[in-house]
Structures are given as C-alpha cells and as structure tokens.
C-alpha cells in the first residue's frame, strides 16, 4: 500500500506521508484541510434533519 499520498483538499495538494495505522489518511492536516470538509459535511446532515 502507498503510504505517500497528496492531498485531497483541490487547492492544497500537498504531499504527505500516511502514518496512520489503517493507512487511510485523506489530508495532510486535518486541522487546515479536512476539518473545513467535515464541517460542511456535518452542516449538510443537520439540515437534513
């Protein structure tokens, strides 16, 4: 399994290495990238309900 990945974030892109222990990891920091794509994604399963 790759473990050198870049990221899924469109602009960003940056290159990472995967340390997770399943090897799944999408962003390279889930503080900057990822938590804007989990915040939209939570906001869109609130107004669902």
Known sequence: MARFRTCAKAPC???????????S??????????NVVNLRASR???KKS
């Open 13 to 23: 892109g940056a290159a990472f290495y995967d340390t997770s222990r399943s090897g």
């Open 44 to 46: 869109s399963r609130q």
């Open 25 to 34: 990891r999408v962003w390279h920091d889930v503080k900057t990238c990822g």
